[in-house]
């Protein structure tokens, strides 16, 4: 009989810490993500062509004949309609509710083509720093020739007056 109930109990706990969880983001890792921050890596194509050409960054072959004097990167927040309309395309396939949601865009030279994994969205007051993580394989040569990598980060509308994106490399035996 004790170990019926002790059974129930410990049936019944773990129901309740089931049902806690819900609504939690996690990423692929299984790590805690807040603002219920999702990223869409490799996102050049939702991207307006004149908007890309505008915001070169440097070494990259987009810079065009003097790439080195570019930025390394951009980071844009995007609140509005208005905001969207001038640097998505037309045919972006992003839902984003403004009313309650906001983006995040970044741009940058990358030498790797592997996915970024989100990490982190830590508000700070009104700093918001996004963390990215890439995991390379160890003796595999993915290094690729430098090219301008847009990341798209959609969130929960926070009051912010700075954003960061910080990509850190991971390497990975296989």
Same mark, same amino acid.
């Given at each position: 009989? &004790?170990?019926?109930?002790?059974?129930?109990?410990?049936?019944v706990?773990?129901?309740?810490?089931?049902?806690?969880?819900?609504?939690?983001? %996690?990423?692929?890792?299984?790590?805690?993500?807040? %603002?219920?921050?999702?990223?869409?890596?490799?996102?050049?194509?939702?991207?307006? @062509?004149?908007? &890309?050409?505008?915001?070169?960054?440097?070494?990259?072959?987009?810079?065009?004949?003097?790439? @080195?004097?570019?930025?390394?990167?951009?980071?844009?927040?995007?609140?509005?309609?208005?905001? %969207?309309s001038?640097?998505?395309?037309?045919?972006?396939?992003?839902?984003?509710?403004?009313?309650?949601?906001?983006?995040?865009?970044y741009?940058?030279?990358?030498? %790797?083509?592997?996915?970024?994994?989100?990490? /982190?969205?830590?508000?700070?007051?009104? @700093?918001?720093?996004?963390? /990215?993580?890439?995991?390379?394989?160890?003796?595999?040569?993915?290094?690729?020739?430098?090219?301008?990598?847009?990341?798209?980060?959609?969130?929960? &509308?926070?009051?912010?007056?700075?954003?960061?994106?910080?990509?850190?490399? &991971?390497?990975?035996?296989?």
């Amino acid at each position: 009989m &004790k170990r019926l109930c002790l059974f129930a109990l410990m049936f019944v706990c773990a129901c309740a810490f089931a049902i806690a969880g819900c609504g939690v983001v %996690y990423n692929a890792n299984n790590v805690f993500i807040g %603002y219920n921050a999702v990223i869409y890596d490799d996102a050049a194509g939702m991207i307006d @062509d004149n908007f &890309k050409d505008s915001h070169a960054t440097a070494g990259s072959y987009a810079g065009g004949d003097d790439p @080195d004097s570019l930025p390394e990167s951009y980071i844009f927040t995007v609140a509005s309609e208005g905001d %969207y309309s001038g640097i998505f395309a037309e045919d972006a396939d992003l839902a984003v509710d403004f009313g309650e949601q906001m983006l995040v865009v970044y741009t940058f030279t990358a030498e %790797y083509v592997h996915p970024i994994g989100l990490t /982190g969205a830590v508000l700070d007051g009104e @700093d918001l720093r996004l963390e /990215g993580t890439i995991e390379l394989v160890m003796n595999t040569g993915s290094a690729c020739q430098p090219y301008q990598r847009w990341v798209v980060v959609r969130l929960d &509308k926070l009051s912010v007056s700075s954003v960061s994106f910080q990509i850190n490399y &991971k390497t990975v035996l296989f």
